[in-house]
């Protein structure tokens, strides 16, 4: 009667819902945006959600499917911030052309430093690279400090914006599409030859030696990707906030990251997405609790990794065909009641 | 002139990341965890004893109080927080995340106790004034000399006596320390107090040196000292040492000649090299995974 | 007279002080089951480190199909031909079953990261290959059933042996057992037996074990060799290593080795 139920079929029809589902957002979005009938400070957080969305994702490829702590992850995002900045400052261009261009641009030079730093750090094994990749962090944020180029301690500013008047929804959609896109890539990297590599070295790095896997190779690739993603979320963070601060791209940065992929679930797409989400929309919410909320976090942090470690999601991801095939089901059987149950 | 005071000066804090690098080298010698709060208990030490001095106690009761409460406090971490994971079997990265956990929520409660601005100690040492070419340096001898005199005092525990080579047994192999009669728990717990009360030393120490003391002098001190004990060879007591003083040495220097901005690259610059050229630190030992 | 698909000679490491294995050597030849036997610490696993390239020797060689493998990483020799299972099982605990194995076939696979990302043809057409040759050999091993579990819900005996098919997933030239049987009762490692004398026929290898059980081993390997402190003692077929005097000296101090249990 009805095509065979294979993986594949499964697969293509989730990949066409979702589609569906993210298009339909964002044109509702835009329309809502450009009437008017959002608030700019719903907007706003909105993109930083997106921006703390590809940061996490992408440093749940390294930490939670690779199983390797990184801690200079916000490292990153400040060399794409700056490249990607100085470039639009540089060439001068409408915002909305020369974005994309200082995107990649950041992505690449973050990635680039990723790649320098891999080589002589990923040999190392786990508690060391947390603190080579936390020492890098540090590095580049001091430096950062010192130089004139970037205008030090101060700031650096100037660069253009979008202006929320005549703009109001560009860099939103930006964000929304390269979030989408990070979601994606990392997902399909995941389920490929490649991500099981990667996996297998977070399971039994000696084991997957054994079974042929080149695991010095993979560990750069993966660290490098996931500079590369930092790169371009720092570089969206630069547009949005107009002035890019070193302190706010520290080791607290790092860990705030760490955590969102850590309670998400290591290893979970979906959960660093849901948690970047509500640890990015909840201190808002909570405006109150402001001074309390480094140590709920610290409490929870803890308390995850005694009770939960596998985090909110474990490993699991969402599976976008459940809801489809209970719907489907649901009218079959329906379709079944009202032919008086013949035929098959 | 000003290179000496700086060399002196680089000498006198070696001494106080040796301490502290002491007291990591041990944790990690015995459950293999950078324990990142290791750290935060020097600024508890440091707060402790700020507060005891404050309440008009003489000096050896803010001292004593100190170590006590930093040894219970370390006792409590390890129980609490990593004993749990360690009997679990639980990832490395699983405890290396608690121990972030831990050293955030010290910094933030201890800030939201105390404040985040600085606070000022009185001096803690009635010393006599000694000087070397027109530069005071009672403070920084007092420094290496208790430095000098916990290391001596550590070997010889962990050489000599039962609790110490029980110590040695459960770092090297814990399961075959448990088969043989140790109660590795409680050697593990004894390991988180001795390191402890020598980061509370330390503390002592710093509040002697430096005057003043913040909810976040933790953070910076305790990896400066952890790249120290890396430096010197993780597990090794003389490492741990010669990592400290060559460390504080190296933060003089950069700030004489160098750019003194640049201090902290200096240091996880330090730690990049050794870890590239020798992994297990000048005098520490290679250790094999069990295959 | 069959050709040597895996020769060590003089084989030795030193940790320190400790002469974990010293002038070892030995041979197998093609389609061999040969049995590395020797009691607890004599250095069995560490030889089997040595030949995967985990550790490396003080001194001595290993040829693999007559070139030398010294300067060959772990991944390397595991694509010349050389695959492993391990004393404690080393699985990919949090993978399904047939990802382990496929995880195992990766060398085999050519798509670039590109291609797997935007799941290009060469993506699409290479994984339908390599889940076909997955479920085959998982069929062959009896677990095509389990395909989708996770590896850490499996039963222990079928643990073992999906670590014994992952291995088999590299197309090796050998196959390394590091106590395939310890742990099984009677049942189980009478299957296992025949699981390894079916898949050395059907996969066309050669196979070198370690094991404890000893009627296990004199039932399976065609030739055994004898540890004990890290050097060979005895080698010969089964036969004459259980009547060995030193042989039964270095395990039991007295007792013949496999010999029916009457007392």
């Not at chain 1, 995107?103 to 990723?114: C, D, H, S, T, V």
């Not at chain 1, 599976?319 to 009641?337: F, G, M």
């Not at chain 3, 062959?140 to 014994?164: C, F, H, S, T, W």
Request: hydrophobic share 50%; aromatic share 10%; charged share 15%.
């Amino acid at each position: 009667m009805s095509k065979p139920w294979t993986k594949t079929r499964k697969r293509a029809i989730s990949s066409l819902i979702t589609l569906g589902f993210l298009v339909v957002v964002l044109l509702v979005m835009n329309v809502l945006i450009q009437l008017g009938l959002v608030n700019a400070g719903v907007v706003d957080m909105l993109k930083f959600i997106g921006i703390n969305i590809i940061a996490a994702v992408s440093l749940n490829m390294v930490s939670g499917m690779m199983g390797q702590l990184v801690l200079g992850h916000a490292g990153f995002m400040l060399v794409g911030a700056y490249a990607a900045a100085m470039f639009t400052n540089a060439v001068g261009w409408p915002l909305t052309a020369s974005l994309t261009p200082a995107l990649i641009i950041g992505g690449l030079l973050a990635a680039i430093i990723g790649f320098l730093i891999g080589i002589p750090a990923l040999r190392l094994r786990g508690d060391y690279l947390a603190i080579i990749t936390l020492g890098f962090g540090e590095i580049i944020r001091v430096i950062a400090n010192s130089l004139t180029i970037t205008n030090g301690a101060k700031g650096y500013y100037g660069f253009p914006t979008f202006s929320t008047r005549q703009d109001p929804a560009t860099l939103f959609n930006f964000i929304f599409v390269i979030a989408a896109f990070v979601v994606f890539f990392s997902y399909t990297f995941g389920t490929s030859r490649h991500g099981r590599a990667v996996i297998a070295i977070r399971e039994d790095e000696i084991a997957a030696e054994s079974s042929g896997i080149r695991t010095t190779y993979y560990k750069l690739l993966t660290f490098t990707l996931s500079a590369f993603f930092a790169g371009v979320a720092g570089g969206l963070l630069a547009h949005q906030l107009g002035i890019i601060d070193p302190s706010n791209y520290g080791f607290s940065k790092s860990v705030e990251i760490l955590m969102m992929v850590v309670l998400g679930g290591m290893g979970s797409i979906t959960g660093s997405v849901v948690s970047a989400s509500v640890l990015t929309f909840l201190p808002e919410v909570l405006r109150g609790f402001a001074n309390y909320r480094m140590l709920i976090y610290s409490v929870l942090l803890i308390c995850v990794m005694l009770f939960r470690p596998k985090g909110l999601f474990g490993r699991a991801e969402l599976r976008v065909i459940k809801p489809y095939e209970w719907l489907r089901d649901r009218h079959r059987a329906k379709k079944a009641q009202k032919t008086g149950g013949g035929g098959s | 002139m000003y290179f000496l005071t700086q060399l002196l000066n680089g000498l006198g804090v070696g001494a106080i990341y040796a301490l502290v690098a002491l007291g990591y080298s041990m944790v990690y010698g015995i459950v293999q965890l950078i324990n990142f709060a290791h750290g935060d208990i020097i600024m508890v030490g440091s707060f402790t004893v700020y507060t005891i001095l404050s309440w008009n106690f003489p000096v050896p009761v803010a001292v004593m109080g100190s170590i006590l409460f930093c040894a219970i406090v370390g006792m409590i971490i390890s129980r609490v927080a990593y004993q749990r994971l360690l009997n679990k079997g639980a990832p490395r990265i699983a405890l290396l995340i608690t121990a972030i956990g831990v050293s955030m929520l010290l910094q933030n409660l201890y800030q939201l106790i105390y404040g985040s601005g600085a606070k000022a100690v009185p001096r803690m040492f009635d010393l006599p004034a000694i000087t070397v070419g027109g530069v005071q340096i009672s403070n920084t001898l007092l420094n290496i000399a208790v430095a000098l005199v916990m290391m001596v005092l550590l070997q010889l525990m962990v050489g000599r006596t039962k609790t110490g080579k029980a110590m040695q047994a459960t770092s090297e192999d814990a399961g075959a320390a448990t088969l043989m009669g140790i109660n590795t728990s409680r050697i593990i717990l004894f390991t988180f107090a001795i390191g402890s009360a020598l980061a509370a030393v330390g503390s002592v120490l710093y509040n002697n040196t430096y005057q003043q003391i913040t909810p976040y002098m933790g953070a910076m001190l305790g990896l400066k000292a952890f790249v120290a004990a890396v430096f010197g060879g993780i597990g090794s007591i003389p490492g741990a040492m010669l990592g400290g003083f060559i460390l504080g040495i190296a933060e003089g220097l950069n700030n004489a000649y160098g750019n003194s901005v640049l201090t902290d690259a200096v240091v996880f610059g330090l730690l990049i090299i050794i870890l590239l050229i020798k992994p297990a630190g000048l005098l520490g030992k290679h250790v094999r995974e069990k295959v | 007279m069959r050709p040597i698909v895996l020769e060590v000679e003089d084989l030795s490491v030193y940790f320190g002080g400790l002469r974990a294995v010293e002038a070892v050597s030995f041979y197998i030849k093609k389609g061999q089951i040969v049995g590395l036997i020797g009691p607890n610490g004599a250095g069995k696993t560490t030889i089997f480190n040595l030949l995967t390239g985990v550790y490396a020797p003080t001194r001595g060689a290993i040829y693999l199909d007559e070139k030398s493998i010294l300067k060959k990483k772990t991944w390397q020799r595991s694509q010349m031909g050389m695959a492993r299972t391990f004393q404690n099982i080393r699985l990919f605990k949090d993978m399904s079953v047939i990802d382990n194995v496929k995880t195992a076939m990766n060398n085999q696979l050519d798509y670039t990261m590109l291609s797997g990302v935007f799941r290009g043809p060469g993506y699409r057409k290479e994984e339908r290959a390599v889940s076909r040759r997955a479920h085959d050999l998982l069929d062959v091993m009896g677990l095509d059933a389990q395909a989708d579990e996770y590896a850490r819900n499996l039963p222990y005996g079928q643990q073992r042996k999906l670590e014994i098919a992952r291995a088999l997933a590299s197309n090796p030239r050998v196959l390394l057992l590091d106590e395939p049987a310890a742990g099984m009762n009677p049942t189980e490692t009478a299957e296992l037996l025949q699981t390894i004398r079916m898949v050395r026929d059907r996969f066309d290898l050669s196979v070198l074990l370690i094991e404890h059980d000893m009627s296990f081993v004199m039932d399976i390997c065609e030739y055994i060799f004898v540890l004990d402190y890290g050097r060979i003692i005895a080698a010969g077929e089964p036969e004459d290593v259980r009547n060995n005097p030193q042989v039964i000296e270095a395990y039991l101090g007295g007792e013949a080795l496999g010999a029916d249990d009457d007392a």
